[in-house]
């Protein structure tokens, strides 16, 4: 059974949430929760309530109610819309900035992964 959340038009640049979820993909819920908790960047937080949200859609849609199960399979930061500023600089000039934004998905599973056969890709 998977499981996903999806937080749209984040106000932090994907370079900079793919930091983050870099960390957690792979982990169980618990541990991605405590490493996310720990983390020193403004995109965590973000991130915590986004997966969080996915806990919350797995006890909800699919009644899962051991939590310890549950691995982040996926975590993608996508890049989003960015919105453009002027700042007015010396003798007329004029400097562009972007503020990015991003998508985030983060995809919870409670299967475990198969082991693949060595032999299967050998040819």
């Known amino acids: 059974m998977k499981t996903q959340a999806t937080a749209?038009?984040?106000?932090?640049?994907?370079?900079?949430?793919?930091?983050?979820?870099?960390?957690?993909?792979?982990?169980?819920?618990?541990?991605?929760?405590?490493?996310?908790?720990?983390?020193p960047k403004a995109a965590a937080r973000l991130i915590e309530k986004v997966l969080r949200s996915a806990i919350a859609n797995a006890e909800?849609?699919?009644q899962v109610r051991n939590l310890d199960d549950l691995r982040?399979?996926?975590?993608?930061?996508?890049?989003?819309p960015s919105m453009k500023r002027v700042s007015p600089r010396a003798m007329g000039r004029a400097f562009f900035i972007k503020h990015r934004t991003?998508?985030?998905?983060?995809?919870?599973?409670?299967?475990?992964?198969?082991?693949?056969?060595?032999r299967a890709g050998a040819r």
């Not at 370079?15 to 908790?37: C, M, N, Y």
């Not at 982040?72 to 989003?80: L, P, R, S, T």
């Open 102 to 118: 991003s998508h985030l998905t983060i995809e919870l599973s409670d299967e475990t992964p198969r082991a693949e056969s060595r």
């Open 72 to 80: 982040v399979v996926k975590a993608i930061a996508d890049g989003g």
């Open 8 to 39: 749209r038009y984040i106000r932090v640049p994907a370079s900079k949430a793919r930091l983050v979820l870099d960390h957690i993909r792979g982990k169980s819920v618990g541990e991605s929760l405590a490493t996310l908790q720990l983390a």
């Open 60 to 62: 909800h849609n699919h």
